[in-house]
T-cell receptor, first 114, second 113 residues
C-alpha cells in the first residue's frame, strides 16, 4: 500500500516561533489533508488541498500541495500554546470514485514552550 | 460542519468477546469510514461504507470485523471475537460537502483484557 513519510517526528519550539512540517509519498495523491489531534480525541481537519501546486491558508496555518503530487507541507506561524498536539498529514487518491480512504502519516508531535 | 457522534466513549472487554461500536451521523450522509489508531501510532483505514454496502476495506478488516447500518441511521462496527491486539481507538468518519474531505468522530477507546 501507499506509505507516507512525515517529518519531523517531534518538535519543541518557543512560543511565537514559526514551525514547518512535511510529508512525502512514494506515489501520488489527488488530495492532501492536514489534521490536528489532541490527546484522547479524534483528528480535526485543518486544511484541505485539491490541486498540485495549490497554496492554502487557514489563519496562521499555511499548507501546500506539491507539484509532483507526492508531497505536502504545513507551516504554522507565530505559534501559541494551544498549537500543542499531534499533526497528521493524510493523502487520498480518490481515483474515479474509488480509493477514497485516507492514508495517514505517522504524525508530528508539536510542543510549544512558554 | 457537523460531526458524528460515537458510542461508547470507552469499552472494556474480555478477549474473545464480541463488541459493537456505534457511529451516529448528525445529518444524512452516504459515505462513512472506520479507522483505528493503536496507542501512539498513526491512524489506519479499516473500511468504507457507501449506500449501505462495503465500498473498500483494508487488510486489517478481516473476517472478525463487520459493518452495517441496521436502522438506516446508526452505523456499527462489530468485532466478533476480540483479540488483545484489537485494543485501540476506533474512529468513525463521514465525508464533508466536498467529497475529498473527511470529518472524524471523537472515537471509542477499546481495551481488550
Amino acid at each position: 500500500g501507499q506509505q507516507l513519510n512525515q517529518s519531523p517526528q517531534s518538535m519543541f519550539i518557543q512560543e511565537g516561533e514559526d514551525v514547518s512540517m512535511n510529508c512525502t509519498s512514494s506515489s501520488i495523491f489527488n488530495t492532501w489533508l492536514w489534521y490536528k489531534q489532541d490527546p484522547g480525541e479524534g483528528p480535526v481537519l485543518l486544511i484541505a488541498l485539491y490541486k498540485a501546486g495549490e497554496l492554502t491558508s487557514n489563519g496562521r496555518l499555511t499548507a501546500q500541495f506539491g507539484i509532483t503530487r507526492k508531497d505536502s507541507f504545513l507551516n504554522i506561524s507565530a505559534s501559541i500554546p494551544s498549537d500543542v498536539g499531534i499533526y497528521f498529514c493524510a493523502g487520498q487518491l480518490n481515483w474515479r470514485g474509488s480509493a477514497r480512504q485516507l492514508t495517514f502519516g505517522s504524525g508530528t508531535q508539536l510542543t510549544v514552550l512558554p | 460542519e457537523p460531526e458524528v457522534t460515537q458510542t461508547p466513549s470507552h469499552q472494556v472487554t474480555q478477549m474473545g468477546q464480541e463488541v459493537i461500536l456505534r457511529c451516529v451521523p448528525i445529518s444524512n450522509h452516504l459515505y462513512f469510514y472506520w479507522y483505528r489508531q493503536i496507542l501512539g501510532q498513526k491512524v489506519e483505514f479499516l473500511v468504507s461504507f457507501y449506500n449501505n454496502e462495503i465500498s473498500e476495506k483494508s487488510e486489517i478488516f478481516d473476517d472478525q470485523f463487520s459493518v452495517e447500518r441496521p436502522d438506516g441511521s446508526n452505523f456499527t462496527l462489530k468485532i466478533r471475537s476480540t483479540k488483545l491486539e484489537d485494543s485501540a481507538m476506533y474512529f468513525c468518519a463521514r465525508e464533508g460537502q466536498t467529497a475529498d474531505t473527511q470529518y472524524f468522530g471523537p472515537g471509542t477507546r477499546l481495551t481488550v483484557l
